[in-house]
């Protein structure tokens, strides 16, 4: 079955450091970009950032350059979002979402993880 | 990189068609045809819609149609379904090389 799994939901204080994971599976991993998507509570879908497992070319909104880091190790089809020091801020659902190089739509999407931050 | 602009909510009877509209700028929606379209219901992941401006991936129904004209990109939901009720989201890549989405419309059927 082609999918994407997402870790488990986290909750964190203030300060400490997260990388939540994605995982595909029924699909070539290395050819498709892997994008993550941020949904606050109660608020719309906004786009961090991608990359491209197969030569690790990662692209971010500004809102969220140097405030994210976007990894991928393609040797077990898993792609990362991490932070270094969590804010309540970013409490939210984050989704991972696969997008064709192609045309640029994301048709895969994970189930999200909900992390929440709070002390 | 500013979201897309959609209205807040829509509404519209069973059977009824509504449009939801999505305004961007020359350097996403109107620069390039890689506008899509998704489907959020409470609790669940965004589905895919619509693709490149116009086109359904295989099973999405064909009450759902896209259109661009301009900076502007519409989608319209034809003979409203109990079922159609929820958070629809345009989507556009950008001249920035990034991608930005709308603000979502909540569509209710009444």
């Known amino acids: 079955e082609v999918q994407l799994v997402q870790s488990g939901a986290e909750v964190k204080k203030p300060g400490e450091s997260l990388k939540i994971s994605c995982k595909g599976s029924?699909?070539?991993?290395?050819?498709?970009?892997i994008g993550w998507v941020r949904q606050m509570p109660g608020k719309g879908l906004e786009w961090m950032g991608i990359i491209y497992p197969g030569d690790s070319d990662t692209r971010y909104s500004p809102s969220f350059q140097g405030q994210v880091t976007i990894s991928a190790d393609k040797s077990i089809s898993t792609a990362y979002l991490q932070w270094s020091s969590l804010k309540a801020s970013d409490t939210a659902m984050y989704y991972c979402?696969?997008?064709?190089?192609?045309?640029?739509?994301?048709?895969?999407w994970g189930r999200g993880t909900l992390v929440t931050v709070s002390s | 990189q500013s979201a897309l602009t959609q209205p807040a909510s829509v509404s519209g009877s069973p059977g009824q068609s509504i449009t939801i509209s999505c305004t961007g700028t020359s350097s996403d929606v109107g620069g390039y045809n890689y506008v899509s379209w998704y489907q959020q219901h409470p609790g669940k992941a965004p589905k895919l819609m619509i693709y490149?401006?116009?086109n359904r991936p295989s099973g999405v129904s064909n009450r759902f149609s896209g259109s661009k004209s301009g900076n502007t990109a519409s989608l319209t939901i034809s003979g409203l379904q109990a079922e159609d009720e929820a958070d629809y989201y345009c989507s556009s890549y950008t001249s920035s090389s990034t991608w930005v989405f709308g603000g979502g419309t909540k569509l209710t059927v009444l």
């Open positions: 490149e401006v116009s």
């Open positions: 029924g699909y070539s991993f290395t050819s498709y970009w």
């Open positions: 979402a696969r997008c064709t190089g192609a045309n640029w739509y994301f048709d895969l």
